[in-house]
């Protein structure tokens, strides 16, 4: 026998893997047209998703799952893949189980695959998958479910306002696992009314299940039973949040209404520990290859608000020529959160950060968003660079990204910049004379970038965004307008040529990214658009396709007429949000053919992802996601979304907390929005708007004007539409549905309302809120107090010492069983099951 030496026994104890046998597919597995595609994404590949439904299709009878795999010839090593594959085709509507368990296609049944939208007068709608028109779903109908679940409906025939309405048939996905509300006890039963009142269903608890709340406390609770037919929802306490009047509250409630992830992970705030908040050298390596440059010496400075906390990007300008030479300079997040990390998949499911009053939940942890990832003054720290080449037309010619190490030389503030352009012999500006060049250059670069913004034909909308003012106490002191001088909007346009270099950078290397994308109107929208302006003797430029250039200018021909306000609503209201998709569709408002956010990492998750794609372009290499980036387009809208709605409702109930003191006071302000059920009312001095329902109208009946957008007296003649002054009395504020009512007093103090006329003598009353968490005029279906529009059913919290205010004789709510809430508000819901959508105020400019 031959000796074995040493190298021998070595490969004896690690010998080389062996290949995997691959598999052969053969007979109508191997038909498949997709088989390629899952040969790349799995190393056994099964049917398509879309072979399974051809099959289905073509089959034209419904089929068992065995007869299914036994046709494809689906292994037992197989069937579990198989079967979890067949069960998310039936979450997303792709599938169905008949009643003898055999596989379904919906379109064969009729059956329409959506999300259920509820209402808190208790029916709700189906918002369809394909798009299209939603479909009523009465209260019966919502017994099965609860608002955000998925289901299949079927079209039953339309209701007495003539929409097109559902049945549910089969309900695909429960999504509400777990619900924030308030523990109620009556006679020894208990249950949890949802904060969020779209889900207008008590939940059933247990003695047991309490976890130690008492009643009137707020809890969050898990769903042990999920509703139906015939059973309401059942479930247990797992966390108690505390009294409803602890400060903060309004905050708790809504990190859990939203469901915003607000604690972070063990491994990730360990890593975040963990990093070090000072730049070592090792830091100073080639970046992927891609030397670091050193700009320590450069005077970039950082210009925020007085509040800011993290810093993400730092500015420099000097004079080149006729032109200019721009340097941004922003955080160098990737080189500290890498993909998959625990860093990096906290932030994915965060998305961006969220900004409450007080308060901010943070995309990262301090010790990297406020650390070492901040661009804090006087302390090296990494970053990624755009230097631009502008001409004197403020047209950027060339422009370059790098990574560097840089020393920011200053934290100024808006405010402080512009008092110094303004003044520059006052005290601010000649203690930093070393800055006031560098500030000056900024400004005259500015001022090109804002003609080439015009010479563009940019829209530039004029919005008022407020800010709360707060005592020692945690209660709003003021609410104030928030100022935009132009130390705001140079920084914004520095951000904007960053922005759009980015984009071009990505689209010139054909890397795969998230564009930020703003399309134009729709055309039903374009449509109603040219029809009301039509009746005020305007008209939008463009054809069937107009451009921003037509809104832009459209907009600078009534910026002197009195109803310039109601006009530019009615622009903005035309157009669609803006979306991260790594499909690149332009920009509409900003008029760029490409736009990407590259600019705040700190606290966008989308900017994060554009810095891997440009670092991984500047190392000659492709950076590929371990997340389609489809699917991180759609998460990234998703969060920021929610974040709005969560900052919003947070926002409004802090606005009724704050008007429950001025009951019975008079104030001036303008109609700020007109629907059928009456106005909307923003006030002077307090920035609060409120509802005139129509009942307060007057003794005249007022009918709405769809396309003029306004309410016209039948007798009268009286017209209300949007920016008319009024003068207003504070009738009713309830903070169990964030809603404030006014009604409408003439030049004599006296209310026009016959309601509010007849009840006029009477002192202000505090009204019981009802137990099941609903407001005693629920069939009053209209938006929450704010300055925006959001989507109906928006609420926050009740109150629990008094939480209705009213100016009125309004008899008492009498306090029934759980089981007849429901009945209740059907009844209600019987006068007015259409809702209305909500309102708002948006805490900072996105673009």
């Not at 660079?385 to 403020?394: A, E, I, K």
Request: aromatic share 6%; hydrophobic share 40%; net charge positive.
């Amino acid at each position: 026998m031959k000796k074995t030496g040493p190298m021998e026994k070595k490969l004896e104890k690690n010998p080389v893997p062996k290949k995997k046998p691959t598999r052969k597919i053969t007979g109508l597995r191997a038909q498949d047209p997709y088989l390629e595609r899952e040969k790349g994404r799995y190393e056994f590949p099964l049917p398509s998703r879309e072979f399974m439904l051809q099959i289905l299709a073509e089959r034209g009878a419904p089929m068992m799952a065995e007869e299914l795999a036994q046709l494809l010839d689906i292994r037992e090593d197989e069937m579990v893949a198989f079967e979890r594959r067949m069960q998310a085709m039936g979450r997303e509507g792709q599938l169905l189980l008949n009643r003898k368990g055999a596989l379904c296609l919906p379109e064969k049944l009729d059956l329409i695959p959506g999300k259920v939208q509820g209402h808190p007068d208790g029916f709700g709608f189906l918002l369809r998958d394909d798009g299209g028109d939603d479909l009523f779903l009465g209260p019966k109908e919502m017994d099965k479910v609860l608002h955000g679940d998925r289901v299949l409906a079927r079209l039953i025939g339309v209701d007495r306002r003539g929409r097109p309405e559902g049945a549910i048939a089969e309900v695909l996905e429960h999504v509400n696992q777990r619900l924030v509300g308030r523990l109620h006890n009556e006679r020894g039963v208990f249950f949890v009314t949802a904060e969020d009142k779209r889900i207008s269903r008590d939940i059933l608890l247990e003695a047991k299940n309490t976890g130690g709340a008492k009643a009137g406390q707020v809890v969050m609770v898990e769903l042990l039973v999920q509703p139906s037919r015939y059973s309401q929802p059942v479930g247990r306490v797992i966390e108690l949040l505390g009294n409803y009047d602890d400060p903060g509250m309004e905050i708790e409630i809504a990190l859990r209404k939203h469901n915003l992830p607000h604690v972070f992970s063990p491994e990730a705030q360990a890593q975040a520990d963990a990093t070090p908040q000072k730049v070592k050298k090792k830091d100073w390596k080639p970046v992927q290859g891609v030397e670091r440059v050193d700009l320590r010496d450069l005077p970039l400075v950082t210009i925020d608000g007085e509040t800011a906390r993290d810093f993400d990007d730092a500015v420099f300008a000097e004079k080149k020529g006729k032109g200019w030479r721009l340097v941004v300079a922003i955080a160098d997040v990737s080189h500290y959160v890498t993909p998959n990390d625990a860093l990096d998949l906290t932030a994915i499911e965060r998305g961006n950060s969220v900004y409450f009053p007080r308060r901010v939940i943070p995309m990262l942890p301090e010790a990297l968003s406020n650390g070492v990832c901040s661009l804090n003054p006087d302390v090296e720290r990494l970053c990624m660079v755009c230097d631009m080449r502008v001409t004197q037309t403020g047209e950027i010619k060339k422009y370059q990204f790098y990574p560097a190490v840089m020393l920011s030389k200053a934290r100024l503030t808006y405010t402080r910049v512009w008092d110094m352009l303004q003044n520059p012999k006052g005290e601010d500006a000649q203690a930093n004379t070393h800055l006031m060049p560098h500030l000056k250059t900024l400004y005259a670069l500015f001022k090109v970038f804002v003609a080439a913004r015009h010479e563009r034909g940019a829209i530039d909308f004029e919005t008022q965004e407020t800010e709360m003012h707060f005592d020692d106490f945690g209660k709003i002191k003021a609410i104030v307008p928030v100022v935009r001088n132009d130390a705001h909007k140079l920084i914004e346009e520095c951000m904007l040529a960053a922005n759009v270099c980015a984009a071009n950078f990505l689209i010139k290397n054909e890397h795969a990214a998230l564009y930020r994308v703003h399309e134009g109107p729709t055309p039903e929208k374009l449509k109603n658009l040219r029809e009301y302006l039509r009746t005020m003797g305007l008209s939008l430029g463009g054809a069937e396709d107009p451009g921003a250039k037509d809104y832009a200018v459209l907009l600078e021909s009534i910026k002197e007429r009195p109803d310039a306000p109601l006009l530019q609503t009615m622009l903005l209201r035309s157009l669609s949000q803006a979306v991260y998709t790594p499909d690149n569709e332009g920009h509409f408002g900003l008029s760029y053919e490409a736009y990407a956010h590259f600019t705040s990492p700190i606290r966008r998750y989308p900017d994060l992802l554009v810095h891997r794609a440009i670092k991984a372009i500047l190392a000659g290499k492709k950076y590929k996601p371990a997340t389609k980036w489809e699917q991180l387009g759609v998460q990234c809208s998703m969060t920021e979304r929610r974040a709005d709605e969560a900052s919003r409702d947070v926002q409004n109930w802090l606005k009724c907390y704050y008007m429950q003191d001025k009951i019975g006071e008079e104030f001036m302000g303008s109609v700020s929005a007109v629907t059928g059920f009456g106005m909307f009312v923003l006030l002077d001095d307090l920035y609060v708007e409120g509802l005139v329902h129509v009942s307060e109208l007057g003794t005249d009946y007022f009918h709405y004007d769809e396309k003029r957008k306004e309410l016209k007296g039948e007798r009268s003649g009286q017209v209300y539409r949007i920016t008319d002054r009024v003068k207003v009395r504070v009738v009713r504020v309830d903070l169990e549905t964030s809603k404030i009512d006014f009604a409408l007093v003439d030049d004599f103090g006296r209310l026009l309302g016959a309601k509010s006329a007849a009840a006029d003598k009477n002192t202000a009353k505090t009204a019981p809120a009802a137990r099941s968490g609903r407001t005693s005029r629920a069939s009053e279906a209209r938006p929450a107090v704010g300055t925006a529009a959001k989507p109906a059913g928006a609420s926050t919290r009740s109150a629990s010492a008094k939480p209705v205010v009213v100016l009125s004789d309004e008899p008492k709510l009498v306090r029934k069983k759980p089981g007849t809430a429901t009945q209740r508000r059907r009844a209600q819901a019987a006068q007015n099951d259409e809702g209305a959508p909500a309102a708002g105020t948006r805490r900072r400019r996105r673009r």
